[in-house]
């Protein structure tokens, strides 16, 4: 056999083999399941339980989310669990259940309540699931005025598993003020014996056209209630101005036109008219002149 | 000055014209007439039938009427600017086909108005833009514009055609009526060339061929804003007031050939309209191709790149549905002149007058394409969706009465010219100035 066959033969083996190897990747590619992540968050705010899950498969190029994934929500207690709903992840892979603390929601005897947030999976992606416990909490604003000082005065509760309020003790609460953007937190205080705190206001801050702010406070990441969250409002803003500029109005619904546009006009038609005039006075002097001359062609033809 | 031989002789050439037509131009005038009778027969369509008769829809509302209305304005500021900047430059070429232009300018501006007649629903209603209209509306400005123009070029054509009426006033070898003798010697104004007279004629032309142009370019650059001050997608552009203006003229050079062409062939004035002539007007058409292709370029290009939703959606519609017609107008209607004008071989004057009539018909295309397609692609969405409503094609009636506006146009041509030579004796009989010639020689080798 000669080497150039042998080089040829060679080839084609590795030829075969490389398209096998990558017909096996392909095929491993193709099969690969995802095993999708859930973070799961948990908010109480103003007798609304918001909970959010957020459904993503992580991989090395970064963090993609899972679209429409459905995501069933549940809470559990000592003795039941109880379905809350379902909720479908939009575009950034956040499945959002909204409740009102009214809810009936099962607790265990610490009055702790167990969320579950669970994808059943589908295709290609693998189940997931998350949970997450929280006692039910509530956080009121109030605000309270002493000579040229300005509070404001939280008080955060928990109901326990027979449903009487106690107050939170020695909790930290946050408190914050939205901007256009984010929250800008003003202050923070520890919850005392009674599960009151008091921040000072101190800020000049603008609030609407009133002069109203709204202040939220907030138990955040906390082991035992989870994120909790109150809010109220205040007139203590400094009222916004709207600047606004003066736009010309375009004037073309009133019933005069806009000045520049009748002078405009005028001028150029004056300008215009006014050749027109004057190559009709060189026509009448032409005809003038006519007269005055004595051998007027239309007596006396030049080319007879 | 005038060579009273020259002139002689030329009135005699031309005195035929004048005093007889033959059999050919009678069945001439009455094919154009049975065209024009055609036109009447479905104007009286769509009066009594109402607007349903034509392709215009709720979505669709201007059609081929509002095409050939730009077409006719486009030609007749062409004739404008054409007539009024060879007079102004006493260019010594422009002797045998100023008059044509002239006319061209008149004729256009006369019929294209009336499509705008043909397009509105309640004719009844008319008088109300002279009552109601405000200075505000760009339709008002047009209406202004428009007939401040007709005056104007009938004012320009009178003060150039005075010599001539004098002339034929005074040729006593003129065997014509003498009702027509004394229409002449009406119009003639009593001209006979005193100094006096002449330098009088000569200042009210110059001051008349400058306000020609100049209201040209006004009158089409506010009809080219009747479409740029709306919105629209492809109507809502800064450069549509000098892109109407070259494409107008360039169109207009197209129609000059052509009537160059006609004329040469049918009163035989081959001596006259040589090769030069159409060269001459062939460098101008290319001048004009070049920018036309330029500011479409810069047109679609801008709108292409912005890349906003409805531009997009326009370009697309022009680039499918559209292709042919967008191919036409704007790729073989700017490149024909350009190769027929820019190899010396082809530069024959069948081949200048041929690429002349494609460029008439591409532009009428190029007209077509910035009025309908814009109108298909609405920004709200169309309501009915039958596609009879979305999509504009235009009916028997609207091609009748184009062919009518046509028709038109070549009677009104052809009467003009049996009336009043369709060259300018009086000039042709002037001995050129020195500096002129010079000129001329210098456009010649050029060439």
């Known amino acids: ?304 | 000055m005038e060579n009273k031989d020259t002139k002689e002789k030329l009135l005699r050439e031309f005195a035929p014209q004048l005093e007889k037509t033959s059999p050919a131009t009678l069945v001439w005038i009455l094919f154009l007439l049975g065209v024009i009778a055609w036109g009447v027969y479905a104007f009286v369509a769509q009066v009594t039938k109402g607007h349903i008769v034509t392709g215009m829809r709720d979505n669709v509302v201007w059609g081929i009427y509002i095409v050939n209305f730009i077409f006719f304005m486009g030609m007749s500021y062409a004739g404008a600017i054409i007539s009024g900047t060879l007079q102004l430059f006493r260019t010594e070429w422009r002797k045998p086909i100023i008059r044509m232009a002239e006319y061209l300018a008149i004729i256009s501006l006369l019929i294209g108005p009336g499509y705008i007649l043909l397009c509105i629903g309640r004719l009844d209603r008319l008088h109300y833009l002279a009552l109601f209209g405000r200075i505000q509306s760009p339709i008002t400005w047009d209406v202004i514009a428009i007939s401040t123009d007709i005056f104007g070029c009938l004012i320009f054509l009178y003060l150039s055609i005075l010599r001539d009426i004098a002339s034929l006033r005074d040729f006593s070898e003129l065997k014509i009526p003498a009702w027509r003798k004394k229409i002449y010697s009406m119009l003639a104004l009593g001209y006979t060339g005193l100094p006096e007279q002449v330098k009088r004629l000569r200042r009210a032309t110059d001051i008349m061929a400058t306000m020609v142009i100049a209201i040209a370019i006004i009158v089409y650059s506010v009809l080219a804003w009747i479409f740029s001050v709306t919105l629209q997608p492809g109507w809502h552009s800064t450069i549509f007031g000098p892109y109407f203006v070259i494409a107008a003229v360039y169109s207009g050079t197209g129609v000059l050939i052509i009537a160059m062409w006609v004329f040469r062939k049918v009163y035989r004035l081959d001596q006259y309209i040589t090769r030069k002539h159409f060269v001459a007007m062939g460098v101008l058409m290319v001048v004009l191709a070049a920018l036309f292709g330029y500011f479409t370029f810069s047109d679609y290009l801008t709108k292409w790149y912005g890349s906003e939703k409805n531009d997009e959606s326009l370009i697309r519609i022009l680039f499918t549905e559209y292709y042919w017609p967008f191919i036409f107008s704007n790729y073989i209607g700017v490149l024909i002149p350009l190769l027929v004008i820019g190899i010396p071989k082809l530069r024959t004057i069948t081949n200048i007058t041929l690429s002349a009539l494609i460029v008439i018909v591409a532009l009428w295309f190029n007209r077509y394409l910035i009025v309908i397609p814009t109108l298909e692609s609405p920004y709200l969405p169309i309501q009915d969706s039958r596609p009879e409503w979305a999509n504009y094609a235009g009916t028997w009636v609207e091609y009748a009465l184009m062919a009518a506006g046509v028709a038109l146009f070549c009677l009104m041509f052809t009467i003009a010219s049996k009336f009043v030579p369709v060259m300018n004796v009086s000039e042709m009989s002037e001995t050129p100035k020195t500096e002129s010639s010079e000129l001329f020689k210098t456009e010649e080798s050029l060439l």
């Open chain 1, 1 to 304: 056999m000669r080497t150039q066959n042998k080089i040829r033969i060679i080839f084609f083996f590795l030829l075969c083999f490389c398209k096998l190897v990558t017909s096996a990747q392909n095929k491993k590619d193709s099969v690969t399941e995802i095993t999708p992540s859930i973070t799961f968050t948990y908010l109480n705010s103003n007798d609304t339980i918001i909970l959010t899950a957020n459904i993503f498969d992580k991989k090395e190029q970064g963090v993609f989310a899972i679209k429409n994934a459905i995501i069933v929500f549940s809470a559990s207690g000592d003795k039941e669990t109880r379905n809350l709903g379902q909720a479908k992840a939009d575009e950034e892979g956040n499945a959002i259940l909204k409740l009102p603390v009214a809810t009936a929601i099962p607790k265990d005897k610490d009055g702790k309540t167990i969320y579950t947030a669970k994808f059943n999976g589908k295709g290609k992606f693998q189940p997931a699931i998350e949970t997450f416990s929280a006692k039910l909490a509530r956080i009121t604003v109030n605000f309270s005025k002493e000579d040229s000082l300005h509070f404001i005065l939280v008080t955060a509760t928990q109901v326990d598993y027979k449903g009487s309020v106690k107050p939170i003790q020695k909790e930290k609460v946050v408190v914050y003020v939205p901007r256009l953007f984010t929250l800008l937190k003003i202050g923070e205080t520890d919850l005392d014996e009674a599960g009151t705190g008091k921040v000072e206001y101190t800020g000049k801050l603008v609030g609407d056209s009133l002069g109203n702010i709204m202040v939220i406070a907030r138990i955040e990441e906390n082991d035992k209630f989870g994120n909790v969250q109150g809010q109220s409002s205040i007139s203590w803003g400094i009222p916004k101005q709207y600047y606004l500029a003066e736009r010309p109005t375009r004037e073309l619904w009133t019933p005069i036109a806009p000045i520049w546009m009748i002078v405009t006009l005028i001028t150029m038609l004056t300008g215009v008219w006014a050749h027109y005039i004057y190559a009709v006075i060189q026509l009448i002097k032409i005809k003038q002149i006519s007269k005055k001359n004595p051998g007027n062609p239309e007596n006396n033809n030049k080319f007879t």
